[in-house]
């Protein structure tokens, strides 16, 4: 079984959706976790940081993290076309260390 | 946010060559960056942490021989893929670490090896 556990999609959802995507993980130690979106053929930027369980909102992203079930989520309100990307969800034990991927979804934003 | 650069962006050699990617953080100073490889549509794997002054620390199946990583200062480590063979091409990403919490990622170098 994989560290982290991500569906790759793709996700295909109209403008103004609100999007769920979601990953699972094994290892109970992981208590950073965060979320990147990625376009084509260009570097992970980061979207959210979160620490251990909880929510935290930013703009039209929340995360969530539930650490008893080794599930986070990232919700995006009122999608967009330029939300059309590849989300990853990345988890570590400890701050600053290496990261640990999920595959990535992709997500298709239709106007 | 914080700003991290990859040159090249895109290089092509040929079988046998040596290739040299530098990741800058541009804005802050980076005591530890991070290279990772991506393969067409696969998640990021994490190569090699590079620490400033000090030899790289290497994932388990990456020869430090063929991918050698430089952090000669805190804001500049190079990863070489010497003898580059076609198998070796993907998508090379450098990451440095802002602050305890957070690591910026760079744009990303696709090598093509023909």
């Known amino acids: 079984q994989k560290e982290v556990e991500q569906d790759p999609g793709p996700l295909s959802v109209p403008e103004g959706a609100i999007v769920s995507l979601n990953c699972t993980y094994s290892?109970?130690?992981?208590?950073?976790f965060m979320w990147y979106r990625q376009y084509s053929r260009k570097g992970p930027e980061l979207l959210m940081y979160t620490y251990s369980s909880g929510n935290k909102e930013d703009g039209r992203f929340t995360a969530q993290v539930d650490k008893s079930s080794k599930y986070i989520s990232l919700f995006i309100r009122d999608s967009q076309p330029s939300d059309s990307a590849t989300y990853l969800c990345a988890m570590s034990e400890q701050a600053g260390t290496a990261l640990i991927f999920g595959k990535g979804t992709t997500l298709s934003v239709s106007s | 946010g914080a700003v991290v650069s990859q040159h090249p962006s895109r290089v092509i050699c040929k079988s046998g060559t040596s290739v040299k990617i530098e990741c800058r953080s541009l804005d802050f100073q980076a005591t530890t960056m991070f290279w990772y490889r991506q393969f067409p549509k696969q998640s990021l794997m994490l190569m090699a942490t590079?620490?400033?002054?000090?030899?790289?620390?290497?994932e388990q199946g990456v020869e430090k021989d063929k991918f050698l990583i430089n952090h000669a200062s805190l804001t500049l480590s190079t990863l070489t893929v010497t003898s580059a063979h076609p198998e070796d091409s993907s998508f090379y990403i450098c990451?440095?670490?802002?602050?305890?919490?957070?690591?910026?990622f760079g744009p990303g170098t696709r090598l093509l090896v023909l």
């Open positions: 590079s620490n400033e002054g000090s030899k790289a620390t290497y």
């Open positions: 290892n109970s130690a992981f208590q950073y």
């Open positions: 990451s440095a670490r802002a602050s305890q919490e957070t690591q910026y």
